[in-house]
């Protein structure tokens, strides 16, 4: 099989390389920093070239300064080591490239496709690597009446979990362009692999996705037997509430902690003047123990996995206002867009992710594959660079 070198083939290795930099035994035994920026120095590149050659958009540009400015404003103001600020600038500059910037990484479902198999073979390297390194491909999990869980080679479970829910992602977006056979097999064979990580807040996330990724054949199936499904529709849409209210919202002991953590902070900047804008970077990054930082700082009986925590913490709520802004944008440009399949792609990627942020900080971690994928789809969607068009 002859293998084309062209910006696909190229956007599948950097995915591939950002999947691996997570695996336990790239961690432990080789440089996974190394791959991850090597990744993601690839998607810069193609991301330059494309503001180089195309016709220039100043107005994302200035936005693009505005956001990386704003979300490091400060940073700037924290007593940290130079080497650390660059490395969370760089971040930082990171994540608005692919939120903001037309980078051109997903333009056609081909580009969907190379991107998914990056991923996909990723996540197999990172088992085998696992079991030829001997390291454990199972973590201790207290969740749904199971107390462990496949983490896939994977430093964290939920992070093997988040990074096959992306694969899901991509997927179903192929599937709905070339509903195949293969494509089918491939969709079950990730959902299996999703199953396996026992991850509640992926099992969500993945429900969510699917049922507005098939909005409209839910409502074919209502219009139809609308005397039938509407109270059984009722009925169950009261059961999960119920459920969620119950046993995630007012007994999950990990969403409380979360809760918890987040007015935790609070309670630790009312004491601080000016901590709450600008972050405390300098804590919690002041050596590698982030969280046991965080926690000394305001308190053990909360966690610091939420999103909305990690944001305050490393960009204050000049970091907050900057990710509102970005959001704002992409609901402007999405409802000036005309294609119906780019509307329900975009709002089950942007529902999906921003109930993520209440269970964990991937969506703000640009070491975490969920990360990049996520904002560039938002981007490419919202701005009309990724049309996604049915057969």
Excluded at 235 to 240: K, T
Excluded at 263 to 279: A, H, L, P, S, V
């Amino acid at each position: 099989m002859k293998i084309k070198i062209n910006k696909e083939f190229w956007i599948s290795i950097a995915f591939f390389l950002i999947t691996i930099s997570g695996g336990t035994f790239f961690s432990n035994v080789l440089s996974s920093g190394l791959f991850l920026y090597m990744g993601l120095f690839i998607l810069s590149c193609i991301t330059i070239k494309r503001i180089c050659l195309e016709k220039r958009n100043y107005s994302k540009t200035i936005f693009f300064i505005l956001s990386v400015v704003l979300s490091c404003f400060g940073l700037i103001h924290q007593n940290l080591q130079f080497a650390r600020i660059m490395s969370l600038v760089i971040s930082m500059i990171f994540i608005f490239m692919f939120a903001v910037l037309d980078n051109g990484i997903i333009m056609s479902i081909s580009g969907i496709h190379k991107i998914r198999n990056g991923i996909l073979f990723g996540i197999m390297t990172n088992i085998i690597t696992a079991i030829i390194g001997g390291y454990s491909l199972f973590s201790k999990v207290y969740e749904m009446g199971i107390n462990i869980g496949f983490n896939g080679g994977m430093y964290q479970k939920n992070y093997y979990a988040y990074t096959v829910l992306t694969a899901i992602f991509l997927t179903i977006i192929e599937l709905k362009k070339y509903n195949t056979r293969k494509n089918k097999c491939i969709f079950w064979g990730i959902m299996f692999l999703l199953i396996l990580s026992v991850s509640r807040g992926a099992y969500i996330l993945a429900f969510i996705y699917i049922a507005i990724m098939n909005v409209d054949v839910i409502g074919r199936i209502l219009r139809k037997y609308k005397i039938v499904v509407i109270p059984c529709a009722v009925l169950f849409a009261l059961f999960i509430i119920q459920y969620l209210y119950i046993n995630v919202f007012q007994n999950s002991t990990n969403f409380m902690y979360r809760v918890i953590g987040l007015q935790n902070y609070f309670d630790y900047c009312k004491k601080e003047n000016g901590r709450i804008w600008y972050g405390i970077a300098e804590i919690a990054f002041k050596d590698e123990n982030y969280t046991t930082n965080i926690r000394a700082l305001t308190g053990w009986n909360g966690t610091t996995e939420s999103a909305i925590l990690g944001i305050l913490v490393k960009n204050g709520l000049f970091g907050i206002i900057v990710y509102l802004l970005v959001i704002i944008n992409y609901i402007f440009k999405i409802n000036r867009n005309k294609g119906k399949y780019n509307k329900i792609t975009f709002w089950a990627i942007f529902i999906s992710a921003i109930t993520s942020i209440l269970m964990e900080g991937f969506l703000i971690d640009v070491k975490y594959v969920f990360c990049p994928v996520v904002f560039i789809l938002l981007n490419s969607l919202s701005s009309g660079t990724f049309i996604v068009d049915k057969k």
